[in-house]
């Protein structure tokens, strides 16, 4: 695919929706944190439902530490993996407390070092909460960018290094909320919607499916 058509893409993409945004509910980079850790292999929607009644009751570092592994199994017990995902925020809620004055850093290192959470989460974070274009490639933005060929590679990393490499700056920060979201409700897995995409003609897909 050459830079042209790449540039048409994201100017599409950014037309339709100029100002995208994650979909999982938080007011602070600490509620996001917590939120994104809890996404992995579960819902916006499911992670949602249970932030809605967490939150109010506990948002910051001190207070879900207080709340301890079990009472914070009780908002969590909808979410997949929730027994490992307690015991992975407990710890990252000690780690804020202890190392970084309660706040969420700001680079993807010391992000990385706080329990559960891995490069995609970290890169979510940056994004998201504190404005920084990096982007974090999930199953949505992996499948869109190897079908359309924006940027294909064999595993999560090489696609990630090929969008920063190929996205022009200008597009950078939004790219990750686009090409989620375009994973998500229109080149989605089973049967992509091509005759509803905005950039069918100038995605490289060979199989493309029309109603």
Known sequence: MNK??????????????????????????????????LSAQATDKGVNKATAKLFPVANTPEKILALGETGLKKYIKTIGLYNSKAANVIKTCKMLIDKHNSQVPQ????????????????????????????IA????IFRVSNRTKVAPGKNVLEVEKKLEKFIPDEFKLDAHHWLILHGRYICVARKPKCDACIIEDLCEYKDKVYN
């Open 107 to 134: 680079n993807r290192e010391a992000l990385e070092a706080l329990p559960g959470v891995g490069r995609k989460t970290a890169n979510v974070v940056l994004n998201t909460a504190f404005g920084h274009p990096t």
């Open 137 to 140: 490639v999930d199953t949505h």
């Open 4 to 37: 042209q058509k790449r540039i048409e893409i994201f100017t599409r993409l950014r037309a339709e929706n100029p100002t995208p945004t994650t979909e999982l509910n938080y007011k602070t980079p600490f509620e996001l944190l917590v939120a994104v850790t």
